[in-house]
């Protein structure tokens, strides 16, 4: 069959065809010629409760049978309004919420809803973004402005804005003459010098509870709750990104409430709607949002806005899935899975290959190196992301790797025995391997 398909972050030359998926249920997604696969990632990050979830799927019928889309210009809808009231009854500080539909969308909100705020407040010269290096926001222009990834987005640099970006501490990489903590000292030193020298800052931003995209580096102790302060302190929007480490996935429903640090702005996605349809939401406190009334002639409102804003089928989906999270206590599992996983990573650790395992909650990052004393990356030309695909797909297992860093991420609702499964078959294809490059 020709494929008309090109699809995203792939050399399409190395590919000569592609697995068809035509059905998912439970953990496993299962192709046209009848093979299953156990879906350890989650298909990118998103799924909560496996596929084809009974709930979710008549939730989404019974949707689909009354309204399927209607604006949110000039109207609303009961599904936008029911699923804004639960989210802010959830995050701790928030007041209203802004629908998009997806992740990138949601932060290119939140930079212009930091951007206007300051406008609106008469400062208009507040108009720059420190970040964090290494951080990830999405691939649209001002998302990838926000979250520079190198070897992602060199080649569209020229267009992106300027931001000030700060280093991050990252266990495994800490510069030599420090401790962890130390080094953390010095970025949080560096942070507050930024904050207090430069009168013309908008927000810091930062994903809440680690970096994903990066490489799986979890922030140690404090890290994000001396940000958030610092922000307070010096009168700059502070705006957090939780779009794949909120909703259980590190652990807590809302990760910035066990950060112990409250944004101005947060943005969520992927598991919304348990990973079933695209939509995301940017909540903002009373403050950022009170700044946008006045007369219509003032022109203070948000100038933002999308087709499928508030889409009343995806925000169903998502009422669904939050009850199903109070049914089934997905959190107080999170964490007996994510315990299961903590008991594997000295066994991942001493395998040849790995230099170093990451791992918070539902998320881990194993890193590959060709020298374990050097801890250098294995390189691109040995084309690792196709080797572990491959072999993995041998393993009944389905993974998708980040450079040189395998994720496990499955959905949160994995068994116990199939996420056995998951590490069994990773260690395994990590191991096989090994020994072909
Ligand atoms: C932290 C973070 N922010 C934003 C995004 C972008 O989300 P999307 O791919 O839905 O545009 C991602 C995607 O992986 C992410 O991990």
């Known amino acids: 069959m020709h494929s008309y398909v090109w699809h995203p972050y792939t050399q399409m030359n190395q590919w000569p065809d592609f697995d068809v998926i035509t059905s998912g249920k439970g953990m496993w997604l299962q192709d046209s010629k009848g093979n299953r696969m156990l879906d350890g990632v989650a298909s990118m990050w998103c799924n909560v409760w496996g596929h084809s979830k009974d709930e979710l799927v008549r939730a989404m ?13 000039n109207l609303t809808n009961d599904k936008a309004e029911d699923l804004a009231a639960k989210l802010v009854g959830l995050a701790p500080g928030m007041h209203k919420v802004f629908y998009s539909d997806d992740g990138s969308t949601a932060m290119e909100i939140s930079a212009k809803m930091a951007l206007q705020y300051w406008h609106n407040k008469g400062k208009k010269k507040k108009t720059k973004f420190v970040t964090l290096e290494n951080g990830y926001h999405g691939d649209t222009i001002g998302a990838m402005s926000l979250g520079y990834v190198h070897s992602f987005f060199s080649r569209y640099k020229s267009t992106l804005f300027p931001t000030i970006r700060i280093p991050v501490p990252n266990s495994y990489r800490i510069p030599s003459g420090f401790t962890l903590e130390e080094f953390q000292d010095k970025c949080i030193d560096r942070i507050e010098k930024t904050l207090s020298q430069n009168d013309n800052i908008a927000a810091f931003v930062m994903e809440s509870g680690a970096q994903v995209a990066g490489g799986v580096i979890i922030y140690p102790d404090g890290f994000q709750r001396k940000i958030g302060a610092l922000c307070k302190k010096h009168d700059v929007l502070f705006i ?4 794949a480490t909120g909703f259980g996935r590190l652990g807590s429903m809302i990760e ?22 695209p939509l995301a939401a940017t909540l903002a406190s009373k403050k950022v949002y009170d700044a946008f ?22 925000c169903a989906t998502a009422i669904s899935n939050l009850s199903l999270y109070k049914k089934y206590s997905i959190i107080s599992q999170v964490k007996k899975r994510s315990l299961q996983l903590q008991k594997r990573v000295d066994e991942i650790s001493e395998l040849e290959l790995v230099g170093d395992v990451r791992h918070k909650g539902m998320l881990m990052g194993i890193e590959l190196v060709s020298s374990k004393a050097r801890k250098s990356p294995v390189a691109p030309e040995k084309n690792i992301q196709k080797k572990i695909f491959s072999e993995a797909k041998k393993h009944k297992i389905y993974l998708r790797t980040l450079g040189h860093i395998v994720m496990l991420v499955p959905p949160l609702a994995i068994p116990e025995t199939e996420l056995d499964f998951l590490i069994d078959g990773t260690i395994d294809t990590i191991r096989k391997v090994a020994k072909k490059i």
């Open 293 to 314: 009334l006045g007369r219509y002639q003032d022109m203070r409102h948000f100038f933002h806005g999308h087709t499928f804003t508030g889409n009343p089928l995806a």
């Open 240 to 243: 957090l990104d939780e779009i």
């Open 256 to 277: 910035y409430q066990s950060q112990k640090s409250i944004p101005d702005i947060v943005s969520f996605g992927k598991m919304l709607t348990a990973g079933y349809l």
């Open 61 to 73: 019928i019974t949707q689909t049978r009354k309204l399927q889309h209607s604006s949110l210009f």
